[in-house]
DNA sequence: ATTTAGGGTTAGATGAGGCTAAAACAGGGT
DNA sequence: ACCCTGTTTTAGCCTCATCTAACCCTAAAT
C-alpha cells in the first residue's frame, strides 16, 4: 500500500505535468508540497523503486501508467468530495478544499462509490474541473483555455476556477467569476493581468495573471462551429 | 497537535475504563490495539507527558480529565460518522465501523458540526452507542445492563449492540438482534451462553458470552417504575 | 574549453511508531 | 522471609518522512 504523503506526491506530480508537457523537476515538486529538494529527492527514490515514477538523476521525473492511474484516483476522490460537501453538507465553494486534501487519503473504495451514487456520476467538481472517471482512464483534455489568452471585447463563458486557496475563491464569487458565468473581457494587461465583466455582475473584476491562469473559459457554443 | 495513533491509544483506554472502573493495564492496551506491551510502554511515556494520562509504573494509567475530552471527541467523530453513513449514504449497520474508525481521525471540527446538523443532533449510533454531546462533558452511565444478568423468561429491549465484528453484526440482524427489538430470554448457560427469541423472527438465537455481554437491553417502560 | 551559478543528490540527524530480547518488578505461594 | 511466575519496563534496533549541511552535476556564459 501507499502511504498517504507518497499519494500526495504522485498527485502533485500529474498536476505539474498537466501544466508543462515536460519532465517534472525537483524544485517544481518542493515548492508544490512545501518541502525541502533532498526530501523530494528521496521520496522519488522510493517512487522509482515502486515503478510509479520514470526517473533520469537531475533531469527530473515523469508518471509512469501506474503512477498516474493512483493519481487519477486520488484527484478522483478529491473531487467527488468537493462535489459530495457542497451538494449535501452545506459546505461553501471556497472552503471544500481543504477538507477534501485530507480525506482524499482515507476513503474507501466503497465510500467513494457511495458518494458517486449519491451525486448521480457526476463529471465536474465545484470548481469546474474533470472528475476522473471510475475506470481511471487518462481523460480528454477539457476544452477552452486559460482567460488569459483571450482579448478585449471577448464574450467567453467560465468552465473552470482552479484556485485552490479559500479567499481567492471567495472573492471570484464574489465579484461573479464561478463556472458557468459569462464575462466580457476588457482588458488584458501586457503583464497578464485580466479585467473583466460578469453577467451577472454590474462592477467589472481585474484579476492578476497568477489569479487569471486558473481561470479556464471557453466560447459560447453560439459562437462556436 | 496530537497524532491518529495517539487518539486510538486515548479512546482504547476510554473504553477499557468504561468497562472495568480500575486502573488500564499495559496488556489490555496492547491486546486492543494488536500491538505489543513495549510500544504501549513508551507511547503511555508520551502521553504522560503531555498530561493526557495519570500513571503508576506497573500498575496502569488512567485517563486525565484532558485525556478524557480527547477520548470523548474521536469517540464522537466515530459515532456520528456511523450514523451518517447509515442515514445518508446507504451503508449497512454492519459495515460501517471499519470506515469510521478511520474518519474519524481526518474530519474537522466544521465537519463534523455538518454532519450533526444533518443528522439533527443525533443522540445515539446505529449500534444503540451513546454519542458524545458537542460539549465533550462525560456522559452519563446509559440504563440497561449486558444480556448476561437476566434471566429466564425476562422479556427485555435490546439498547446497544457494542460488537464491532461486521459479520457478527450481520449474524445478529439477520437473527433480529437489532437496538429497539424486544427479546425474550430463554436460557442463560452457566457459561454465559445467552438463548433468546426476538420479537420480529420465529426461531431463537444462542449468543456466546463473548457476544452477549455487548448486548445491552432494558426492561421495557411498563413493567418499569 | 573553462568557469560558475543554480539546482540535485548524498550524508547524517531527528522524531514517530513499531519490533525483539533482556532486565526489573509486583504479588501470590510456600 | 523467600522464591516463582507473569507482566512491565528498559535497551537497542528498524522504517518512514522530514530536515540541514555538504558535495556534485548541468547548462549557460565567457
Ligand atoms: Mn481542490
Ligand atoms: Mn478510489
Ligand atoms: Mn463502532
Ligand atoms: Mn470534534
Redesign the interface.
Known sequence: MLSDVMEDYLKAIYQLQRETDERIKTSAIAEELDVTSPTVTSMLDKLEDRGLVDREKYRGVTLTGEGETVALEVIRHHRLLEAY?TE????DWA?VH??AD??E????E??EA??A??LDQPTVDPHGSPIPSADLEPPERPDGASVTEFDEGDVVIVEEVADRDAEVLSYLADHGVEPGVELEIMEVAPFGMVTARSSSHDDSVSLPESVAHHVRVAVPAELEQ
Chains 1, 2 share one sequence.
Open positions: 460537501l449535501h453538507l452545506d459546505y472552503e481543504e477538507e485530507r480525506l487519503h482515507h476513503i474507501s466503497n465510500f457511495r458518494v451514487d449519491a
